[in-house]
């Protein structure tokens, strides 16, 4: 069975600095989806990127980047120039590209945006 | 668009009591998900349905049951509560022909005392 880990509960960033956050998967597919999902304290999930495992180049929107090692199973989100607004819960989650349906999540990690 | 809502937002039940989430979505979307998030957890899967008249257990469907009457519509079924479904229940909902992204609803925050 597929699982995802993240390994950081809570990271801290000053305002307009950049951070990274870590996410690790296991699973024995070479097809799939990768995803971090942004929860601010309103509760609301909202998508913050997407990534195809068939392709190499790494995601990008925005402010936001991941670096994906297919390797080393490893999907972390690199966010630049932190602003008050990106403190939240980050999840990674996972999806088989067999499934439409099952996601696989991560427990989170707490971000803190420092002024 | 309303996208996904969820009623209601917050509701405490005793123990042996039932309820039912409603979760409607606007975006006529075939998919559409129950989730719980423990705290300190990511989400798991409780049902999905892949269209009205459908639907399937997830990675957690004991003590629920849900119906797809519609395409807009998902209501979560809770029998007899119990404490361990204290928890916080996220709807969603995505489109296979689109780029499968899953839209959440707000949540609702249950506990069961």
């Known amino acids: 069975a597929q699982t995802v880990t993240q390994s950081q509960p809570e990271m801290s960033v000053q305002e307009a600095e950049t951070v990274t956050l870590s996410c690790t998967y296991d699973?024995?597919?070479?097809?799939?989806?990768l995803f971090w999902y942004k929860q601010p304290p309103s509760r609301q999930m909202i998508l913050v990127i997407r990534q195809e495992a068939y392709k190499q180049q790494n995601a990008t929107e925005n402010r936001f980047s991941v670096n994906f090692q297919k390797a080393a199973k490893s999907f972390s989100l690199k966010i630049s120039d932190s602003q008050l607004g990106d403190a939240a819960m980050y999840f990674c989650?996972?999806?088989?590209?067999?499934?439409?349906?099952?996601?696989?999540w991560g427990a989170g990690t707490k971000l803190i945006i420092k002024p | 668009n309303a996208g996904v809502t969820q009623t209601p937002k917050f509701r405490i039940l005793k123990i042996g009591q039932s309820m039912t989430l409603q979760c409607a979505q606007d975006?006529?979307?075939?998919?559409m998900y129950w989730y719980r998030q423990d705290p300190g957890m990511g989400l798991k899967l409780i049902y999905y349905s892949v269209g009205a008249g459908i639907t399937d257990k997830g990675e957690v469907p004991n003590g629920y049951n849900v119906s797809r009457s519609t395409t807009e519509d998902f209501p979560l079924r809770l029998e007899l509560a119990a404490p361990s479904q204290t928890s916080v229940y996220f709807c969603a909902s995505s489109s296979p022909r689109g780029n499968d992204e899953q839209y959440f609803g707000p949540g609702t925050r249950l506990t069961v005392t």
């Open positions: 975006m006529n979307h075939n998919y």
């Open positions: 989650a996972y999806r088989s590209a067999d499934s439409n349906y099952q996601l696989i």
């Open positions: 699973t024995s597919e070479s097809d799939y989806y």
